[in-house]
Every structure is written in C-alpha cells, then in structure tokens.
Nanobody, 124 residues
Framework: QVQLVESGGGLVQAGGSLRLSCAAS????????KGWFRQAPGKEREFVAT????????YTAGSVKGRFAISRDNARNTLYLQMNSLKPEDTAVYYC?????????????????WGQGTQVTVSS
C-alpha cells in the first residue's frame, strides 16, 4: 500500500501563490507517475496536472496552464504543485494521486492511490 499526505493548502487572496506538497510513504517507488486533481463544491473531481516517473514529462490542464507547475523530488518521495496567480475559481480540495505506471495520465481512473486532500480557498 501507498500512503499519500497532502499539505500546503490554505486561504489566499486572488493573485497570490501557494505550493502544495504530497509526501508518499509505504510501498512507494520512484518509478510511479503522479498527478494532481481537484474538486470544487458541487462539481466533479477534475484533472489539474500530471508528471511521469522521472519528471521529464509534465502536462497541465488548460484552465491552469501557465499558472500552475507540477514537479517531484524522488529522493524525498514528494510531489509538488506550485500555484501562482490564483483565482477564486481555483478554490477546491486538491488531491494527489499515484499510478502503477511510469507514464503520466490525465484521467482519475488511471490512478491507484489517493491522498485525503488539502483545501485551497482563494478569496476575491
């Protein structure tokens, strides 16, 4: 089993920045692709960003492209999401996820392990 714990969420004003972290423990491997998803109140969970096992390939959703960046530190078993120029519509619970594959993916069904989420609230 893999345990994932997100941190770094909070309340920020529009235009501000936050960096989310996701620490992995348990039966982890550096050869796992990872991703970030989010779920706003009353909405379905949606894809935010994904990264392959080495960090050489990343992909972000159109709604956050140019503002959010995904990265990873395999030595620390930690995944990051740098969020800049935050908007009120970015308000959501953010989840990290790990898949049993080296290849990144943008659909939640492709992921095998999930964290409990961290709340991000952007005020206008």
């Amino acid at each position: 089993q893999v345990q994932l714990v997100e941190s770094g969420g909070g309340l920020v004003q529009a235009g501000g920045s936050l960096r989310l972290s996701c620490a992995a423990s348990g039966r982890t491997s550096s050869r796992n692709a990872k991703g970030w998803f989010r779920q706003a109140p009353g909405k379905e969970r949606e894809f935010v960003a994904t990264i392959n096992w080495s960090g050489s390939v990343t992909y972000t959703a159109g709604s956050v492209k140019g503002r959010f960046a995904i990265s990873r530190d395999n030595a620390r078993n930690t995944l990051y999401l740098q969020m800049n120029s935050l908007k009120p519509e970015d308000t959501a619970v953010y989840y990290c996820a790990v898949r049993n594959s080296i290849y990144s993916a943008d659909h939640e069904d492709d992921y095998d392990y999930w964290g409990q989420g961290t709340q991000v609230t952007v005020s206008s």
